[in-house]
């Protein structure tokens, strides 16, 4: 059984499928310039508010919203 995916190997995962580079999605997100890194990197855990835009910029399927605020 593998274990259960961080929301920042999550965001990452799904960021790369687009190409795109981490300061493109904190743009479009609308987060802080130094806010989405730190999510992907896991040194921050992403608010309800950043979880939101995150998934709908990422087109992130709304099943796997458990694992980001479980």
Known sequence: MSAAKTPGEIFKEARLKKGW???EVTKRAGLGKNTYPK???GVNKPDRDSI???MK???ID???LKYLVG
Do not use: H, N, Y
């Open 52 to 54: 939101g835009k995150l």
């Open 62 to 64: 709304p099943s796997k």
């Open 57 to 59: 910029v990422l087109d």
């Open 39 to 41: 999510i992907e990197r």
């Open 21 to 23: 580079t981490q300061d």
